[in-house]
């Protein structure tokens, strides 16, 4: 398991940018339907893994990460998507 000292999202799935300092603690995201809480969820998968499920697991056919989030789209303008993730693992953690 780690920790999440700080999330600094910017052009990235429909968050213009945002930083949560979120000091290592657990934390719930919630808000009214379309304001970016599924995209901090993604853009924490995608700093880790690179990559985002919702946009191309099982049952998601007809969607994909470079029609349904052309900010992750790293043949057009990566520059422009940023996450940043500072983290920390417990000793002894893998
Ligand atoms: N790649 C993108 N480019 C532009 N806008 C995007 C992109 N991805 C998502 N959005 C927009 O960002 C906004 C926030 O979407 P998001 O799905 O994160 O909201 P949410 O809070 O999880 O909503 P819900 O409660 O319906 O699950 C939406 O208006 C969505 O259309
Ligand atoms: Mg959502």
Same mark, same amino acid.
Do not use: Q, W, Y
């Given at each position: 398991? =780690?920790?999440?000292? !700080?999330? #600094? ?14 000091? !290592?603690?657990?934390?719930? =995201?919630? %808000? @009214? ?11 924490? #998968? ?6 985002? $499920?919702?946009? %191309?697991?099982?049952?998601? *056919? #007809?969607?994909?990460? !470079? +029609?349904?989030? @052309?900010?992750?789209?790293? $043949? !057009?303008? @990566? #520059?422009? +998507? =940023?996450?940043?993730? $500072? *983290?920390?693992? @417990?000793?002894?953690?893998?």
């Amino acid at each position: 398991m =780690i920790l999440i000292e !700080k999330l #600094e999202i910017a052009e990235f799935r429909g968050i213009k940018t945002l930083t949560l300092d979120l000091n !290592k603690k657990s934390f719930g =995201i919630a %808000g @009214p339907n379309g304001t970016g809480k599924s995209g901090i969820v993604d853009a924490i #998968e995608f700093a880790l893994t690179g990559s985002i $499920t919702r946009l %191309g697991g099982a049952g998601t *056919a #007809e969607i994909s990460v !470079k +029609a349904h989030a @052309p900010h992750v789209d790293f $043949t !057009k303008n @990566p #520059e422009k +998507a =940023i996450v940043k993730l $500072t *983290a920390r693992a @417990p000793k002894g953690c893998r």
